[in-house]
């Protein structure tokens, strides 16, 4: 099997789970819709960039054709953008504005309009002998290229922002949530990176080692688009996402009109050891200062940036305590690590291990082994 029928291969698989993965999306009832929505139209769009690796060889297009189907990537991006953002953020709606990511689309076909679309059908074959080479797609190419870096770009930022909105807030673990989306971010830039060094081998005439990338971008894709299905099988209501409106303590504290004292730090610590809140592990910054009868301005600051550490760790510190306890008591030796992780306030048995080793070194496993020697 030569190169060209492994990336023709792996690309019509690829297309295949990518549309059946967007029809399953679109098909199940959820409270994300207008995530699911913007994720299955992404996943469209993605099949058909794919099946410009193979479907020539089962249908004739017209150049015209072609050139409408190529510039759909440039809303491929913008697209994948948009999901990432109602993904994070809970509050997140489609608004008009939004048809501005529309623009690079519209202008990528103002510039084929002269040539390639209203150009002689002879004209248009004679481009298309030697494409690469016109000014329409080494603009396009260009375009498209910047406006998916700035895309990405754009997406690692809201990525980490939401993440540091959460980490400062909650204390459950949907941080998850923000880890694997940083990953699929990280991915689809690394594919892109690939499709960028390929088109660069294409202009500099190296043939093999662009046949070579294609189908490495194509089992890349393939690799991709499998991870998702399985992830999404396994955790259908993985996103939940933050409120945008919530400002981070950095900010709060340019604003803020509250001093904090020893006093109001102890009050806390005392607070967190006699009631155990951190039990519920649906504990948020917001019920915690409704609790305690205090702004929630006041003890974001007080937590984030007096105590140097995110509510999130700030909660899990007392939660593993907690849990190194139970472990250190032999009374409990008929408990599971998993009913223990309950009872603590974790609703994750990777979010409690990870948590437990970050702060002893160890896993739960064995720290409790170490106390029974």
């Not at 996943?43 to 004739?60: D, K, P, Q, R």
Request: with cysteine; net charge positive; glycine share 2%.
């Amino acid at each position: 099997m030569n190169e060209i029928d492994l990336k023709s291969i792996t690309a019509i698989i690829s297309s295949f789970v990518a549309l059946l993965l967007a029809l399953f999306i679109l098909s199940v009832k959820s409270n994300n819709k207008i995530s699911n929505r913007l994720f299955s139209v992404f996943l469209m769009l993605t099949a058909i960039e794919i099946s410009g690796f193979y479907l020539n060889f089962f249908v004739t297009i017209s150049h015209r054709i072609n050139s409408v189907i190529n510039l759909l990537y440039y809303l491929l991006t913008p697209t994948f953008y948009l999901y990432v953002c109602s993904v994070c953020y809970s509050n997140f709606k489609l608004k008009w504005k939004h048809v501005l990511h529309l623009l690079p689309f519209i202008i990528g076909n103002i510039v084929m309009i002269p040539r390639f679309y209203f150009g002689e059908i002879e004209e248009v074959v004679a481009l298309n002998q030697n494409i690469i080479l016109t000014f329409e797609l080494i603009f396009t190419h260009v375009t498209m290229h910047i406006q998916s870096l700035c895309y990405y770009i754009a997406s690692f930022v809201v990525v980490k922002q939401a993440k540091n909105i959460f980490t400062e807030n909650f204390s459950n673990n949907a941080i998850e949530t923000y880890k694997w989306l940083y990953q699929i971010v990280l991915f689809w830039f690394a594919v892109f990176i690939i499709a960028t060094i390929k088109n660069i081998f294409k202009y500099l005439g190296y043939k093999d080692v662009f046949l070579s990338s294609q189908v490495l971008l194509s089992v890349s894709l393939l690799i991709m688009v499998c991870w998702y299905v399985l992830k999404a099988l396994r955790n259908p209501d993985l996103f939940r996402g933050v409120d945008s409106k919530i400002i981070l303590t950095e900010k709060l504290i340019k604003t803020s009109k509250y001093s904090i004292t020893d006093e109001k730090v102890q009050k806390l610590k005392d607070y967190m050891i006699k009631n155990e809140p951190y039990l519920n592990p649906s504990l948020s910054i917001r019920s915690l200062a409704d609790e305690m009868k205090t702004p929630m301005r006041e003890l974001s600051i007080l937590i984030n940036q007096n105590l140097n550490k995110h509510f999130f760790d700030f909660v899990n510190e007392y939660r593993i305590k907690k849990a190194m306890n139970h472990l250190e008591d032999s009374s409990n030796d008929q408990l599971t690590i998993l009913e223990i992780l309950y009872q603590v306030g974790f609703n994750s048995k990777s979010s409690f291990n990870t948590a437990f080793k970050k702060y002893t070194k160890l896993t739960p496993t064995q720290y409790r082994k170490s106390y029974k020697k």
